[in-house]
């Protein structure tokens, strides 16, 4: 069967019962032999548009042999609402389809109704282990619109907060990892030691998730006063825990021979679907948007790019671990260098005025009305901006019309994305494993599905 | 295949966020400039996405470029060069469709279902061009200008109309 042969739309006498559900014809198209159909395989794609199936070309006998299991949407280690649908043959997984859109609310069309002001509630929700990069690559993307520069001491802050959550991301990635390997001490390490950073992020934003502490224009808040010794605690505290963790997972027999050469992806094939963060990096290719295309300060702070090599689960899992050191070196040298000044930038076209001005001047209290009504307006044009989240490329792709609201909010999700790797992780490993992989990808829901 | 700077589009040229080149492709030489683009050292294929101009319809384009409802934009990036293209394809709204990607870069399998999802672009040979984030029994493209943010009835709500 050539490859186009596929794609002629006939309308095949189904020699198979395909179940008709509220959701269309839930099913897989048969399998084939060759290159074309490996390779689209792999690329996720299984179920082709009804009708676009030769049936005298399906090898039936072959497709009695696997059976299709369906993996979620509730399951408690899908991380979410992921579903997947499982070729399996014996406890082989042949082909995977990541069924996604169970969390979907809209949230780019809500961008549009919302103002630059309002927009970082909005995005921070997205993915909601990290939210600072979520607010951070959101801002960034309208001042670029702007054009304002921003002060040191915000860029620096940014910089220290956005660490800290991608430290946050990974403990809780590490906790539900070892959740998913069946390691429950794991769990409640992580967690605990997550709650030593959520705990200040909620003494200087307020909040312990769903900050909107990053806005354009700058920060919402100036540091707690003693921070420095919050951070040195935070410091000394993960760094030695990190050996901990090693003691209990990383030399253990049982968690190698779980996550070793299981999932493994090439290079080639991160590439080719897209992949970013963890997952391109378990592979050997060093891209790190923090090193590779600096924003923020990034450039000025010393940091290892972690890379691993043969792309596995056991690659992943150090890489994250060894990110979370990598990132405490880094809030190390912010805490060091945090230059004095401004936490936003003063221009009074997007800071709304100081509170106190409020109760004394009649034009700031007008200026703050207009400011939290109607919004700031941003010139004309269009943008792409990416940060490096704990998962990959971040990206926003922001079209202002000149008005205060946005006339297009894309997120590039890196989850979104990377999950359309777990096809290729998957095929061929064992359905046990399937658990485990999902985990390595570390999707958010909230982000996939936006 | 039109090559500007960002400024030309519109955007503030001082920021270094910015400095991204922007290509303006035709619908038909689509697929060639990003495979030209792909041979030239962009490997990954990081975004795909689509806007609708309806109701901004006159906006900054560079000479013969001519404004249609729909604009495709791909982001590609090169790891080695370290560097990022934006291809930008005008679409009417008369026949919504563009080639697919799929065999250039499998990466965009999601995104253009995405795209279609959301905005109805048809993606000429993808190999599953279904919905993606909304019910597939779902009617309408929900990030269409012309998509009213509507409000599901709710029992005990008499309530007024969005903002």
Not at chain 1, 157 to 162: D, Q
Not at chain 1, 311 to 331: A, H, T, W
Not at chain 2, 46 to 64: F, I, K, M, N, W
Not at chain 2, 72 to 78: E, F, G, P
């Amino acid at each position: 069967m050539s490859d186009d042969d596929r794609f002629i739309t006939r309308v095949p006498a189904r020699p198979w019962s395909a179940a008709e559900t509220s959701e269309g014809r839930q099913e897989l198209i048969p399998a084939s032999s060759g290159a074309a159909s490996l390779e689209r395989s792999v690329g996720s794609v299984l179920r082709l548009p009804e009708g676009a199936v030769d049936s005298g070309q399906i090898d039936i006998e072959r497709d009695d042999e696997t059976m299709i299991i369906n993996m979620g949407p509730q399951h408690p280690s899908t991380h979410g609402v992921l579903r997947l649908m499982l070729e399996l043959e014996g406890e082989t997984v042949l082909r995977t389809k990541p069924v996604v859109g169970y969390l979907h609310t809209g949230m780019e069309k809500t961008g549009e109704e919302l103002t630059y002001v309002q927009g970082a509630t909005n995005v921070t929700r997205m993915d909601y282990l990290s939210p600072l990069h979520n607010e951070l690559v959101f801002s960034l993307a309208t001042e670029a619109l702007l054009g304002v520069e921003l002060p040191a001491r915000a860029v620096w802050i940014r910089m220290l907060m956005c660490e800290l959550n991608r430290v946050s991301s990974h403990l809780m990635w590490m906790a539900t990892n070892g959740m998913d390997l069946g390691s429950t001490s794991m769990m409640i390490y992580g967690f605990r030691e997550r709650e030593l950073v959520l705990e200040f992020f909620q003494k200087t934003t307020g909040l312990r998730m769903n900050h909107n502490y990053i806005r354009p224009g700058g920060v919402a808040a100036d540091l707690p006063d003693g921070w420095e010794d919050d951070i040195e605690i935070i410091c000394d505290t993960v760094v030695a825990r990190t050996y901990e963790y090693d003691e209990l997972l990383t030399g253990q027999p049982i968690f190698r021979e779980r996550t070793e050469a299981v999932g493994n992806i090439t290079a080639e094939t991160a590439v080719a679907l897209s992949a970013t963060g963890p997952i391109l990096r378990s592979t050997g290719v060093p891209w790190d948007l923090r090193r590779a295309m600096p924003y923020l300060a990034y450039d000025e702070v010393e940091f290892d790019v972690i890379v691993g090599t043969y792309g596995d689960n056991f690659d992943r899992y150090s890489i994250r671990l060894n990110e979370i050191r990598e990132s405490i070196r880094i809030i190390r040298q912010i805490a060091e260098r945090m230059p004095l000044g401004d936490y936003r930038v003063q221009d009074a076209k997007v800071t709304p005025p100081p509170r106190r001005r409020i109760d004394e001047s009649m034009e700031a209290l007008i200026h703050h009305f207009k400011m939290f009504t109607e919004g700031f307006r941003v010139p004309e044009g269009e943008v792409y901006v990416a940060v490096e989240s704990p998962r990959g490329e971040l990206g926003c792709y922001l079209v202002s019309d000149g008005t205060s609201k946005p006339y297009r909010m894309h997120i590039r999700g890196p989850s979104f994305v990377n999950l359309q790797t777990l096809p290729a992780m998957l095929r061929g490993g064992l359905i046990a494993d399937a658990v485990a992989v999902i985990s390595s990808v570390d999707p958010v829901m909230g982000e996939v599905d936006r | 295949m039109t090559l500007a700077a960002a400024d030309e589009s519109g955007a503030p040229a001082d920021s270094a966020q910015n400095k991204d080149a922007v290509v303006f492709a035709s619908r038909r030489d689509y697929h060639a400039t990003v495979a030209e683009l792909k041979a030239t050292g962009f490997e990954m294929c990081v975004d795909l996405c689509a806007v609708d101009y309806l109701s901004h319809p006159v906006r900054r384009l560079p000479d013969g470029v001519a404004p249609e409802r729909f604009e495709v934009v791909v982001n590609l990036l090169s790891l080695s060069e370290k560097r990022r293209v934006r291809v930008r394809v005008q679409v009417p709204e008369s026949d919504p469709s563009v080639p697919t990607l799929f065999d250039l870069y499998p990466g965009t399998e999601a995104m253009e279902r995405e795209a279609y999802d959301m905005l109805g672009i048809y993606f000429q040979g993808h190999p599953d061009l279904t919905r993606i984030l909304m019910p597939e029994d779902w009617e309408g493209h929900p990030l269409r200008k012309d998509y009213g943010v509507g409000r599901v009835p709710v029992q005990f709500k008499d309530a007024p109309g969005p903002r």
